[in-house]
């Protein structure tokens, strides 16, 4: 039974926050958890199975168990979807323009070995599912990304992941969200189609360079690079409907620059594991 919060008074009760949209909606919108909690006695987060090791110890989430058909298996007073807590609790641009991380990168190794070669590494998604097709970007044009300053790593899944060879992409793709955090955290940037990808790498403060077509999701804005969700993120948007060609060439020619600022900066920049990338990072942030 639903005993849906719009936005009154708490009270001090306890509220169930459901999670019915995709996982990227889930990781957006979990940034609202400690606001809620802050006018909640309690937040449980009835969440996507594959997100509970990341929202376990988010802030403002008291705890997070499985979502599934039929009711929740924990006692609460009302409840919310997630998509609806900014609205309830009059979300205040503060709330949403974030300039710190707020989900934490889980504990475990990241299983894989990136190259040594000082290059800098570039993970990539360019297929979506089946819901919007204009989101996805024809594997041969990502091959102007591949250079000699780059490396090249594939995170894709779905039937567009036998084309990482064709491009010169290292496989390193799952479906285990945490393992999947733990690897672009050992990247040096994620690019990507509007899809999960983008949030999570968001959420955890890693840069990430999302590929928007021309009349793109309601959550990122219709001009500028910038968006007020993730201060990672940098936008590159089409022109025109279906034109991907000017798209990658803006990337092509972002990842020049940046890898001439990093050459600059860092001649012998080497990551040496998991461990020396997120220290490097923490150092940054203190």
Known sequence: ?????????????H???????????????????????AVAR??????????????????????????????PDVEFDVDIEIMEVPHAIRARQGQ???????LSLPPGGAEFQRSRSGRVA??????????????????????RLSGSSTVLYSLQL???AAMAESIGARDISTADIC????????????????TMLAHLAGALGLEVWVLLHADCDWRWPAHGERSIWYPTARLFRQSRPGDWTSVIEEVRNAL?????????????????????????REGNRR
């Open 96 to 102: 949403i323009a974030l300039q710190r991380p707020y």
């Open 42 to 71: 309690e937040v449980t987060v009835w969440c996507q199975p594959a997100l509970l090791p990341l929202l376990a110890t988010a802030e403002g989430i008291d705890r997070a168990i499985p979502l599934h058909d039929g009711v």
């Open 158 to 160: 779905g039937p567009g």
């Open 1 to 13: 039974m639903q005993r849906i919060w719009r936005g009154e008074e708490l009270g001090g009760r």
């Open 256 to 280: 020049d620059q940046r890898n001439g600022a990093s050459v600059a900066a860092s001649p012998d920049r080497v990551v040496d594991g998991l461990g020396a990338s997120i220290s490097s």
């Open 15 to 37: 509220v169930l926050v459901r999670c019915y949209h995709g996982l990227g909606d889930t990781i957006q919108f979990i940034r609202f958890m400690p606001a809620l909690r």
């Open 122 to 143: 570039v993970g990539l998604v360019w297929e979506v599912g089946a819901w919007d097709k204009r989101r996805e970007i024809p594997v041969a044009a990502l091959r």
């Open 179 to 194: 393992l999947l955090a733990r690897r672009i955290a050992q990247l040096d940037l994620v690019v990507c189609v509007d």
